[in-house]
């Protein structure tokens, strides 16, 4: 028996019905016979970052959080861009893991869904080379235009988008060998 590898997907919005939720879903959907997909449901539950908390006083919802990215194979962020820049709640849920190593070589794909997403694009690959995830070229994608180029499934309805979405698991799979 194949073991499928276990997979925590982040979603940066926090709308109910977002594009980028349903883009996981079809992900996961898509790829169910290699991968475990689980969809996290916490980030707007994480309460704002303190670095002066420590880490015996953190409040459940944060510990939970680090303990599903420990726990996975590896990770899957598809966020919007908001104002140029990440969604506040995805930038909150990253920075309650920098004083960690919960990232750490942790297999990572990204996905920029959003009208532009340029900058957001540009921001997350950085931010998440810093906290240490391991990714490449091919992990990591820009889709513009994102609501008219998936159907409410997050199945792609556009050729372009969807050939993006092979080749960037592609890359994220070979993540794992790796």
Known sequence: MIHKKSVLAICGSTRSNSTNEAILK???TTYSSEFKLELYQGISDLPH???????????????KFRDK?????????????????????????????????????????????????????????????????KM?????ILIQGARSKFNQEGMPVDEIAGKSIEKMMKGFISLFDS
């Open 26 to 28: 079809g992900i996961a």
């Open 69 to 133: 990215i420990m726990a996975a194979d590896g990770i899957l962020i598809c966020t919007p861009e908001y104002v140029f820049s990440l969604p506040g709640a995805l930038k909150n849920a990253i920075e309650w893991t920098v004083s960690t190593t919960v990232f750490l070589d942790k297999p990572t794909a990204l996905i920029v869904a959003s009208g532009i997403g340029e900058k957001t694009f540009e921001s997350l690959k950085l931010i998440m080379t810093t906290v240490g995830s």
């Open 49 to 63: 970052f303190n670095p002066d908390i420590a880490d015996d006083s953190l409040s459940p919802f944060v510990k």
């Open 136 to 140: 490449n070229e091919d992990s990591s």
